[in-house]
Each structure stands twice: as C-alpha cells, then as structure tokens.
C-alpha cells in the first residue's frame, strides 16, 4: 500500500502519548479511532485535543476553520474490535506494561486484517520479545516522543522479522503525517533517545540524590552549556570540536578502550582541527567550520535568551 493511501487508523490508548498522536493523523487528513477502557479518559483525551488545536491555533500553526474538521476525524471507541476492523495501521500506546501490550496485540492480531501494519510506542520494552502476531513482518515500533503534536522525530524500527516494505512504508507515513523519522538498521529497546536519556537521568537522580546540586541547578548549567549546543552539533559531532585525541584519553582515564575513536586518532581523523574526525568536513579549514560554529552558537544563545528560555518554564 502506498502511505499516500492510508485512510483509516487505530491508535490505541488515549493518554499522554496517544491522544496527540491521533491529533497528528487527523490533522493530515486521516480518520482516526482513538480507544481507550472508559468514556471519562476518552472525553478528556478529545478535551486535551481541542486545546491542543486552539493553542496551535494561536501561534498560527493551524487556522481555525480546520479545527472542527480535524476533530471530525477522531473518533473514539470503548471496544478494540470495531475500532481496529479495516484500519490500515494500528498504533499501540498503552501503560508501559508487558502483558497489558501483549493482550492488546493479541486482540489486533485477531481483528485486523493481514495488510494492516501493526506499531508499538513503547519507550523501553522489546516489544519483538513480548508480542507474538501471526505476521511478525508487518510489526514495528515507532517511537514518538512528547508532545507528539510538536516534536518532530518519530524513531522507526525494524524487529527481527520485520519487512523492509513495512519500515519503508511507515516512515513514508510518517513524513506524510509532517513527521521527521530516523530509521534504525534494527529494534534495541529505548532505541537511540531513550537509551541516552537513561543516562542522563542515573546521573541527575545521583547529583540530586547525593545533594550535590538543586534541581533549580542541575537544569541552568544544563540549558546553558548542552543546551546552547545540542541543537547545532547534537552529542556525536560535538567531539569532533573537542578533538577525538582527547575524547581518546579520556576514554582510556575511564578505562574504557573505545576502538572508533582509536582507529580515527591513529588516522589522524582528530576532528575539526583536521577536518575530519567523527564527520567529514570535505576539506574545509578549521577556521571555516569554526566560523560556521560560532555562528550558529551566536544565534541559538540569542534565540534562548530572546525566548527566556534559560528560566523555568
Ligand atoms: N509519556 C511519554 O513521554 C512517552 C514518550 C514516548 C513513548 N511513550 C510510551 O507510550 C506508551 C503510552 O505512554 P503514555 O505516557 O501515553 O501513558 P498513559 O498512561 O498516559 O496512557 C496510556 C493509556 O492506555 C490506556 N490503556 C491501558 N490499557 C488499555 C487497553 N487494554 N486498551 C485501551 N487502552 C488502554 C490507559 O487507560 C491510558 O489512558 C507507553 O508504552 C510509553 O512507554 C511515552
């Protein structure tokens, strides 16, 4: 099927995750059915949509004479077996919490139909591992994250049996859904965000379990070091102005042997003082690319501080 094609959808789970979720779909045109165990849920979850709308409608995302339609597009539904009958994707977004995944997969496999593709959103559980369907091919996970009305990455990832057709589609789907998905060659649980995130959450929850620094603390120096950084060169291509020559002691500090960055250093791939280092420069002068750096660094840090960004929300 093409992505294009795509008219009918089942989100499953109306809570924090899936009641934005089924806002997407229906923004892009698609007819959605949202489930979820009681009608109190199900109406706060149509309630949090229409406030999601007003709100992009305020900052002129979204105009308001589209709102009633994108509404129109979401139904909800007590009972899965309706709700998922000829849909053409099915998404899961229920409690992190195995046996209630499977049951819910479970039940998909017996209504949908073999051509509906069938996605978890879970955060951290192999869902290849918990879920047994007849098709294993059409099943993946696509990761979104919080709100999924605004943030534009959706992770897309294959299981073990998981078709390339199937990835392919949905991340087709996704981009059609205005989304901006990055494929992994294959499914790890917490997939790439998550499994940093947990790291950086072990190291808050020891700084503040220690009373090393306030929460208050521990989120300034944050938003403003990795914060002005983050969005220009993400957590992979900030070593290469650091120089992977000494990312590489330090790594060996740690008593970690790190073989990328070894290989690179013997190389002399040191980063931008080489023009090559964990990204390829093509040859640009470390003057060039630290220029370009600092630019975007400027501009950022005015943004944050233009936006009061560096305050709590
Ligand atoms: N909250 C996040 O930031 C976030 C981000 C990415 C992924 N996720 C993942 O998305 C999933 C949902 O998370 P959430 O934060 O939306 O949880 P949530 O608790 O807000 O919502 C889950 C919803 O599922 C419903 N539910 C439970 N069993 C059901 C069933 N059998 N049939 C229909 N509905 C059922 C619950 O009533 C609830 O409304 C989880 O797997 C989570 O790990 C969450």
């Known amino acids: 099927m093409n992505p294009q094609d795509v008219q009918h959808v089942v989100v499953i789970g109306a809570g924090v995750m899936g009641h934005s979720i089924a806002q997407v779909f229906a923004q892009a045109g698609i007819e959605v059915r949202l489930v979820d165990l009681n009608e109190k849920i199900l109406h706060r979850a149509i309630h949090l949509i229409g406030n999601n709308l007003n709100t992009l409608c305020e900052l002129g995302r979204v105009q308001n004479d589209e709102i009633p339609g994108i509404l129109g597009r979401i139904r909800p539904f007590l009972d899965l077996a309706p709700a998922a009958s000829g849909v053409d994707f ?95 060659k294959q499914f790890v649980p917490s997939l790439i965000v998550n499994r940093i995130q947990n790291n950086i959450s072990l190291a808050v929850w020891d700084i503040l379990q220690n009373g090393w ?54 190389r002399g791939h040191l980063g931008a003082k080489s ?18 750096r600092d630019t975007l660094y400027i501009k950022m840090l005015d943004h944050l501080e233009n936006t009061t960004a560096f305050q709590p929300v």
């Open 275 to 292: 023009s090559r280092g964990m990204y390829d420069y093509g040859g640009r002068s470390e003057e060039e690319i630290l220029k370009k």
């Open 90 to 184: 099915a998404l899961e977004a229920v409690a992190e919490v195995p046996d209630i995944k499977r049951k819910v997969f479970s039940r998909l496999d017996e209504i949908c139909s073999e051509n509906t593709v069938l996605a978890s959103n879970t955060s951290t559980l192999d869902i290849f591992d918990i879920v047994h369907v007849k098709r294993p091919e059409r099943l993946l996970a696509t990761h979104w994250f919080a709100p999924p009305h605004i943030i534009p990455l959706v992770e897309v990832a294959p299981g073990p049996h998981t078709s390339s057709e199937i990835v392919t589609f949905t991340a087709e789907l996704m981009r059609r859904l205005g989304k901006k998905p990055v494929v992994m």
């Open 213 to 266: 620094a306030t929460p208050e603390e521990i989120d300034l120096a944050v938003k403003l070091s990795l914060g002005v950084r983050l969005p220009i060169v993400g957590v992979v291509q900030t070593v290469d102005f650091t120089g992977l020559d000494l990312v590489y002691d330090i790594m060996q500090n740690f008593g970690i042997e790190n073989t990328i960055i070894r290989e690179k250093v013997e």
